[in-house]
């Protein structure tokens, strides 16, 4: 076990920390994030993620059906997370005012920020056919991971607002 984290996000870890080691790019390491959290975590219909660009987000990677492709800062579950930085524990999106529905089957969901200092990069999003699918392990666990991806990744490679190479 890892810093106290309880499977499968020792794992998940584990394995995160491989496949960033000698990568700086954001798509792949975000890209194969998303797969990795797709095998190991069960009961998803969704994971991946929204990227700040433009003064709002645009999805990114991601595993399952597809998305609604920008979310304005404040909108829905993810935009809140933008706008606050922090995680949002969804135990059932019908009750969450101004939800944005991208897949029918989605009953909870779980949104983690991606800060880099004091900026935010984007968000992770992970969706369950489940009610009160996600609790604090989770969060402690993607937090970890996000924590890890943001670490890994040359952010002036992909576009993101505040992060412009050169
Ligand atoms: N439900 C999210 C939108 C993104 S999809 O679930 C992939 C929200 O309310 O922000």
């Known amino acids: 076990m890892k810093s106290g984290l309880t499977e499968p996000y020792a794992e998940l870890l584990r394995q995160a920390e491989g496949l960033f080691e000698d990568e700086r ?9 998303t797969a990795l959290v797709w095998e190991l975590l069960p009961d998803l219909n969704w994971a991946g993620f929204y990227f700040l660009r433009g003064g709002g987000l645009i999805v990114g990677p991601f595993q399952g059906r597809i998305a609604c492709v920008r979310i304005a800062l404040g909108q829905g579950v993810c935009g809140a997370v933008a706008q606050g930085h922090s995680t949002m524990i969804v135990p059932d ?11 029918a089957a989605s009953n909870s969901e779980i949104v983690v920020p ?4 004091d900026r935010l990069v984007g968000v992770l999003d992970l969706d ?21 991806l943001v670490a890994a990744c040359d ?4 576009g993101i607002d505040g992060f412009e190479a050169g």
Not at 93 to 103: A, E, K, L, M, N
Not at 114 to 117: Q, R, V
């Open 93 to 103: 999106v019908h009750q969450f005012p101004g939800h944005i529905v991208c897949d």
């Open 155 to 158: 952010w002036r490679l992909a």
């Open 128 to 148: 369950s056919p489940s009610y009160g699918r996600f609790g604090e392990g989770d969060a402690a666990g993607l937090e970890m991971l996000a924590a890890r």
């Open 25 to 33: 790019d954001p798509w792949a390491n975000s890209a194969n994030a």
């Open 114 to 117: 991606l800060i880099a200092g």
